[in-house]
């Protein structure tokens, strides 16, 4: 994979607002969630907001945009236990399990970005989303399959790009944590995600962070590049960790192309009241410091070709 123009840098920003701001720290990619989301951990945004969106970024020259298709978060309280007997997963108040009805809502929202002709599959524009279920005999996460699939045929079909979200997190927390011992564990999440047929996958490689992660998070990374799908490292992603997440996924030594591992981070400063403002400094800070170690990794390369 080609490394890119930019830093492979995305930032997910909550309203349209300050989409160029991102944008103007070199920011390759833009995930658009809906205003005021960041706390439920990013929702659907409205077709206002991408069109607001698109009409403050330079057309020729603006970042990938990708849109996030999530119609809720989290529930406020664990679901009724039907099944007493059934395992306990890590996460029992679980997101990405949904309704009838919010698949629906689903469908509906991609079909009406698409159809609105707004995005550009030539830029790589696309969609994120990821939808679990329980299996039958223990009430352990698996993909949904039959789902995910469903959305990514509408999505492929129309040319754009289809990203797997930190749904899967909870899968890979089920894998274990020591290394080595979850390589296959992971390789069977993994073959999954390609039979759905996800292009690229958001994941901190379990629930928490990325750094927090960072052991069973390499294997994901290997994985992945077997089965031809992009990683996308976020959760707690900052300029300060940015190295040591290099040296844990055997990018700072060269071992692998960087062009394949993107980095994904919200840049927000939370105030003590919950005030969300956009770091300007972290945002700058990111962006310099992938700059550097994606130079430092090629030349690397480079040297050892």
Not at 117 to 142: C, H, M, N, W
Request: aromatic share 6%; glycine share 12%.
């Amino acid at each position: 994979m080609a490394f890119t123009a930019g830093p492979p840098l995305e930032v997910p920003i909550f309203g349209a607002d300050t989409g160029a701001l991102a944008a103007s720290f070199g920011t390759s990619r833009l995930e658009l969630n809906r205003a005021e989301s960041y706390a439920q951990g990013g929702i659907t945004p409205t077709l206002n907001e991408l069109t607001t969106l698109l009409s403050s970024l330079s057309h020729d020259n603006r970042p990938t945009v990708r849109i996030m298709i999530r119609p809720r978060g989290p529930p406020s309280s664990p679901r009724p236990e039907s099944n007493p007997g059934r395992k306990q997963d890590l996460a029992e108040d679980q997101d990405f399990i949904y309704t009838p009805e919010e698949f629906s809502a689903m469908i509906g929202s991609i079909k009406q970005f698409i159809s609105s002709g707004l995005l550009d599959p030539s830029k790589g524009d696309g969609f994120v989303f990821g939808i679990l279920k329980r299996t039958a005999s223990d009430g352990a996460l698996e993909l949904d399959q039959e789902r995910n699939t469903e959305l990514v045929t509408v999505v492929k079909k129309a040319g754009f790009k289809a990203v797997l979200h930190r749904a899967v997190d909870a899968l890979f927390s089920q894998c274990g944590s020591e290394a080595g011992s979850a390589a296959d564990a992971v390789g069977r999440v993994m073959e999954a995600v390609r039979e759905c047929g996800f292009d690229v996958m958001l994941t901190s490689g379990g629930l928490g962070s990325a750094a927090g992660n960072v052991v069973r998070l390499r294997e994901v990374v290997a994985a992945a590049e077997r089965e031809g799908v992009e990683v996308i490292v976020g959760g707690g992603v900052r300029s300060g960790k940015l190295r040591g997440l290099f040296g844990g996924l055997g990018l700072d030594l060269g071992e692998r192309n960087v062009g394949a591992v993107w980095f994904h981070s919200s840049c927000l400063r939370i105030s003590v009241e919950g005030q969300e403002t956009f770091d300007q400094g972290e945002a700058s800070g990111l962006a310099h410091e992938l700059r550097g170690l994606c130079m430092e990794s090629k030349e690397k390369q480079t040297q050892g070709s």
